[in-house]
């Protein structure tokens, strides 16, 4: 039986994960002098390598050394620089856009179903996933829990890049492999600060631009602890990760939490309108969305102290008879 559908579990591959700015090597280092030493990098790289389309059957394309006049990566009208601030450092995130794809654009907050190969500036390939078969493909960009740890996702140059692409359709006929066409096909150039920095990893030695060879078939908005809060409502401080958003400070992030406010009531019961999203649910009318408010008919007992009948569950306790639980009853 040939794989036709693949159910999005998403793990993290090893390559892509990202690692916070207190692991530095070092507390005295450049981060801003280093940006410029690979920008400067990445432009001569560009100005003497050119594009080649992928051969039929082949995953991608290649990249070579121009020997012949060839048009260079510099000069290819495809090719697309974006300022990035992160971190407070400046950056230029380039992008070759071979294809751009004809349906969604991710997120950085979203899972993807990729190909790609990684590679360094010499051209040493460090990791790759060239088919649409394997679980490998879907990258979660927010992150996860990873070995029992909190993860945040995928590098950044891949946050930062992979949203100038759009996903492709899925045209898998019965019993075929799964199968996408028109997807977004390119090339993303980054510096080592959007990547793995003075660190490094594995086989990536530290302030080590890198390039990948993308292909982006499907994007999802996820929702890491299917609470009916996508990961995109759970960056409350907008700051563009998730990991750092902990409402009820219990060491688990909303976009981990199924219950964000720590009241008892799990954040996808919140939804007290029906409409399967609990973020537009505010009960008191204070601003603070009942999945992130202690109180939510704000009469002075916690949520999670309207538990009359003490059976862990605050939604089925109605003191008052009026068919409004007591925890959304500010007259209970």
Not at 169 to 181: A, F, G, L, S
Request: hydrophobic share 30%.
């Amino acid at each position: 039986m040939k794989l036709k559908y693949i159910i999005p579990i998403f793990t993290l591959s090893i390559i892509f994960l990202s690692c916070n700015k207190d692991d530095d090597a070092t507390d005295n280092f450049d981060a801003a002098a280093q940006a410029l030493i690979d920008d400067t990098t990445l432009i001569e790289y560009l100005k003497t390598h050119y594009y080649i389309p992928a051969a039929q059957e082949k995953p991608f394309g290649t990249i070579d050394t121009i020997l012949n006049n060839e048009t260079s990566l510099f000069d290819d009208d495809r090719l697309e620089t974006q300022n990035i601030s992160h971190e407070d450092i400046s950056y230029k995130l380039y992008y070759l856009a071979v294809n751009q794809g004809v349906n969604e654009n991710p997120t950085r907050y979203d899972s993807v179903f990729v190909k790609y190969r990684g590679f360094l500036l010499d051209s040493t390939k460090f990791d790759e996933n060239v088919n649409f078969l394997t679980l490998r493909g879907w990258q979660n960009m927010s992150g996860g829990i990873f070995n029992g740890a909190i993860s945040t996702g995928v590098i950044q140059g891949w946050k930062y890049g992979m949203p100038y692409f759009k996903s492709g359709v899925n045209i898998t006929m019965p019993n075929d492999p799964i199968t996408y066409e028109d997807t977004g096909v390119g090339v993303l150039f980054f510096p080592s600060g959007l990547a793995y920095g003075n660190r490094g990893t594995g086989g990536i030695p530290s302030n080590e631009p890198l390039l990948f060879h993308i292909e982006l078939a499907q994007v999802i908005e996820a929702d890491n602890d299917n609470d009916g809060a996508i990961n995109k409502y759970e960056d409350l401080n907008e700051d563009g990760e998730v990991t750092d958003d902990d409402t009820d400070g219990d060491g688990f992030p909303n976009f981990v939490d199924p219950d964000d406010d720590d009241d008892g009531v799990l954040t996808r019961d919140e939804d007290v309108d029906g409409d399967g999203n609990p973020v537009n649910d505010d009960t008191d009318n204070d601003e603070i969305p009942n999945y992130l408010d202690p109180d939510d008919d704000n009469d002075g007992i916690l949520t999670k102290d309207e538990d009359a009948n003490e059976d862990g569950d605050p939604t089925n306790d109605d003191t008052d008879g009026d068919g409004t639980p007591d925890y959304l009853d500010a007259d209970s």
